[in-house]
């Protein structure tokens, strides 16, 4: 998730570079970078220097003599997946030669056996990211005599995964090749004079509000096309090298619609993010023969093995995530796993030892409950691991090891995609944790991936519906009390759902195990009360189904997410929230999206500001 930006023309393609990267901030701003052609040569500035990166930048710029007469360059602002937010690691990497320069976003997924086969011919590797291949590939590719788009396209054959990436190199002055698969591509042109003497220039980002106000004329780049920038023109062909004709973008948005991607706020463009964040959290983990690829966990499968125990510490919709994970690391490794709200776990003299392993779940990695729990389990020579979405948080940095989700920034407080990419993240933990504990072969490692993996168009099926989550929700404006209820996963589906509501609606939500009603709560339910069920077909649907017979017989309005064509779950409620089934596991990633969507709505109906809820903060660093 970073943002992405070139141009080469006549006009100062250096402030065009600057002022772009500047509005792709919000893509990640843990490195900024450019690489300028000037005079047939290439240079190249780095910055990675956190919220301050593209200030160092434009200072490093601005005391360059040349920079100013650059007429081609590309640029970079990097939210880090692959290696530590650092210089080395910053964008554009360069080749050997120090002549070939490339920005990417995305995630090459065959980055190591192409390492592996590129030092074996003498490269020599300067980050730790996965996109150093490409620069290296089209090196190799430019010594055979290729030209410059036929030494991407050559590459761009090599690699899978995602990529939205631009190219330069010294030896073709004016020249940038860019190429997507999957990351999104956006080309615009500007004009030139109006004699034409002068040459307008040619433009790309990752994003359009890099490139609004610099011209209309844009075209959106498709999957595995390829384009040649050369100041005022451009020319798009596919991989084979076949000319074709590119989508005209009509934009009519501002400035901070574009940054919204056209969405009224930030949550609701991070909702619709949701299927990305899944796939970029799941790229590249499974290997071929049916382990997994969990680099950054730096705890080894030996240790791992020696595992007789499992804690998981987190706060809000980080906890409801590693409360999903707790019924997935039981049911596929069957190790004992508690969890605690983090903030209680140091006070209860949990019992631990070097056989523990503690988990960490933590969108920012910087929540101090859950930074504090985790230095207590360390105090007892617990194994401690981190789910992030962070690249070198402070918990990343504690911790003995960590997974990474890659949801990419999170700008809205409530939490949506990072909670997804949570709950996937740790069912990949749990299914290594399964096979290094001899519960699961590989070939069902394998399947319950391919179920994962099926969850983002699953999720998008789920988000196609939102319409009708949204009429329904405007149903219950009046209502100021709701109870979420749910069994098995389908309980932390309904905590979740009650948090949303809670902290965007400002509506009192309660969210419970629905087995546990019958036990004190359902003294409350009487005619009006509004009770949200989720009754999809998960292990326990029976007797949810019992459980919402009894709030019906009450006089509740009863709301059920239910799976699609399931008409015995709708014939017993007042209004359904459809979703597609997967494996009953797998469910809570689907299942929370019309939750999600019914709170979002409903707080833009009470006229709340879902971006940023009064009292709450993104990150919480105090106790
Ligand atoms: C969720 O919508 C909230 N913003 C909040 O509960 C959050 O999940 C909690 O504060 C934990 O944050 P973390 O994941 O950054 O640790």
New binding site residues.
């Given amino acids: 998730m970073c943002g992405i930006i070139g141009a080469t023309g006549q006009g100062c393609v250096t402030e065009i570079l600057l002022e772009g990267l500047a509005r792709l901030e919000y893509r990640g701003y843990d490195s900024a970078g450019v690489a300028l052609q000037a005079d047939g040569d290439l240079w190249r500035a780095r910055a990675a220097t956190g919220t301050r990166s593209l200030e160092d930048l434009r200072k490093i710029v601005d005391g360059a003599p040349d920079a100013g007469g650059a007429l081609t360059g590309i640029g970079h602002t990097r939210w880090a997946t692959h290696g530590h937010p650092t210089e080395e690691n910053a964008h554009p990497i360069m080749d050997c030669s120090g002549r070939v320069a490339v920005v990417h976003n995305g995630i090459i997924e065959n980055w190591r056996e192409l390492t592996a086969r590129l030092a074996s011919d003498g490269h020599v590797r300067t980050s730790d990211t996965d996109t150093e291949v490409l620069v290296h590939l089209v090196e190799e590719e430019l010594a055979t005599g290729a030209s410059l788009v036929e030494a991407v396209r050559a590459t761009l054959r090599e690699v899978s995964g995602t990529f939205a990436l631009a190219v330069v190199c010294a030896g073709e002055p004016g020249t940038i090749v860019a190429a997507r698969r999957v990351s999104p591509l956006v080309i615009g042109l500007a004009d030139g004079d109006p004699e034409g003497e002068v040459a307008g220039e040619a433009l790309l980002a990752s994003d359009i509000p890099a490139l609004l106000g610099r011209t209309r004329r844009l075209w959106a780049l498709e999957d595995d096309q390829v384009v040649e920038l050369r100041p005022g023109s451009m020319r798009v062909t596919t991989l084979a090298g076949k000319e074709v004709e590119p989508s005209v973008l009509q934009v009519n948005w501002d400035l901070e619609a574009a940054e919204k991607g056209g969405h009224p706020d930030f949550m609701g463009k991070e909702i619709h993010e949701q299927p990305r964040a899944l796939s970029d959290t799941l790229l590249g983990r499974l290997l071929p023969d049916g382990t997994f690829a969990l680099d950054e966990l730096r705890i080894s499968d030996e240790d791992l093995s020696r595992v007789d125990k499992v804690f998981i510490v ?5 906890y409801h995530a590693g409360l999903v994970a707790k019924y997935a690391i039981e049911h596929w490794a069957r190790l004992p796993t508690e969890i605690d709200i983090a903030s209680e776990f140091r006070y209860r003299d949990p019992v631990l030892d070097s056989r523990t392993l503690v988990i960490g ?7 101090i409950d ?1 930074l504090q729990a985790m230095r207590e389990a360390r105090q007892w020579s617990a194994k401690v691991l981190v789910i992030s979405n962070v690249v070198d948080s402070s918990m990343a940095r504690e911790a003995d090891g960590v997974l990474y989700t890659r949801a990419g920034p999170e700008v809205g ?3 949506t995609k ?1 909670h997804l990419a949570q709950i996937v993240a740790l069912e990949v933990l749990a299914l290594h944790l399964a096979q290094l504990h001899g519960r699961m072969p590989p070939a069902d490692a394998r399947m319950l991936f391919g179920d994962l993996e099926g969850l983002p168009d699953l999720v998008e099926l789920a988000l196609a519906r939102e319409k009708d989550v949204a009429e329904i929700a405007c149903r219950f404006l009046g209502t100021r009390d709701f109870f979420f209820l749910g069994r098995h996963v389908g309980y932390p589906v309904a905590l979740e759902g009650a ?2 509501l809670k ?1 965007i609606a400002y509506l009192r939500a309660e969210g419970y195990p629905a087995g546990e009603l019958k036990h004190g709560p359902i003294a409350l339910i009487e005619p009006g009360a509004v009770v949200v069920g989720v009754a999809t077909r998960t292990r326990l649907w029976e007797k949810m189904m019992g459980n919402v017979a009894e709030v019906r017989s009450r006089g509740a309005t009863v709301v059920l997410v239910a799976n699609d064509g399931d008409s015995d779950t709708a014939d017993q409620a007042d209004e359904v929230l459809w979703v597609p089934s997967t494996d009953p596991l797998l469910a809570p990633v689907i299942d929370v999206v019309p939750l999600q969507l019914f709170a979002y709505h409903l707080a833009r109906a009470h006229g709340h500001d879902v971006d940023r809820p009064r009292n ?1 903060a ?3 660093t105090v106790e």
């Fill in positions: 987190a706060c809000g919709s980080s779940v933590s969108q920012s990695g910087e929540t859950t407080v409530a939490s990072t948090l949303k902290e709450l993104k990150t919480v």
